[in-house]
């Protein structure tokens, strides 16, 4: 049996929640070069510690270094990431929704191709595109204040957000019938609360798969076509 561990999207917020807790009347605007150096094991009962150290402020926007790591190892980060807090509203982006189609049931938590627990299982339905990618319709779960624990959604929503991962997992499970993890993505910019969405499609586009590293372009719209959030160069590795 394996071992549970933090996932990405929750140490993403927990470093996106801290920095908005800041600051208020800023929110999360994007993150960049978030990468999983160490995973964070469940079991383990360990301190950790969330460090931001602000590195740039202008008008509308705080730049921050983030890193979680370890009390015991201060020097070997798990996780680091550069994150940008603004207190505008980014304008959304439009997308044709004509190209947000439903696909068809996949039992993708029920056939093992995903192990996530009901949390986190958003995918409805798969629209597969071969190697140019795939689509999938989406239900973000209900998931009360006492299941969240000590991460509570607020303008980043994990739950909404690790479809991502999960649909790039699916999709390299049907192109190499390999298991793969999140390990990285180059920047993640959000135009919108994800909270505030119930129906929505995430679309993934792989663009290199190259040793045993597959990287890829992602964007979760909501159900009439707009832009919620868009995620550069999310890796996997398997």
């Not at 999983?36 to 730049?63: H, R």
């Not at 586009?205 to 190259?210: A, E, K, L």
């Amino acid at each position: 049996k394996g071992q549970r561990v933090l996932p990405l999207v929750h140490a993403l917020q927990w470093m996106g929640q801290a920095a908005e807790g800041l600051y208020g009347g800023y929110r999360l605007a994007n993150c960049t070069d978030l990468r999983v150096l160490k995973g964070i094991i469940a079991e383990e009962p360990k301190p950790y510690v969330l460090t931001l150290t602000e590195t740039q402020k202008g008008e509308g926007n705080i730049t921050f270094d983030a890193s979680i790591t370890a009390m015991d190892l201060p020097e070997r980060p798990n996780f680091r990431a550069q994150l940008k807090l603004s207190s505008v509203e980014g304008a959304s982006p439009q997308n044709s929704a004509s190209a947000l189609r439903p696909g068809n049931f996949i039992p993708v938590y029920q056939n093992n191709m995903l192990f996530h627990g009901p949390h986190f299982q958003t995918i409805q339905t798969v629209n597969m595109a071969g190697e140019s990618g795939i689509t999938v319709a989406c239900v973000r779960p209900q998931v009360t204040q006492d299941q969240q624990g000590q991460f509570l959604t607020r303008t980043f929503d994990p739950f909404v957000a690790d479809t991502v991962w999960q649909a790039l997992t699916v999709w390299i499970q049907h192109q190499f019938k390999v298991a793969s993890l999140p390990s990285s993505f180059g920047r993640w910019q959000q135009f919108e609360p994800l909270h505030d969405i119930e129906h929505f499609f995430v679309t993934v586009t792989p663009t290199r798969t190259r040793n045993y590293i597959t990287t890829a372009q992602a964007a979760i719209y909501h159900e009439d076509g707009r832009l919620i959030a868009r995620i550069d160069d999310a890796q996997h590795v398997h």
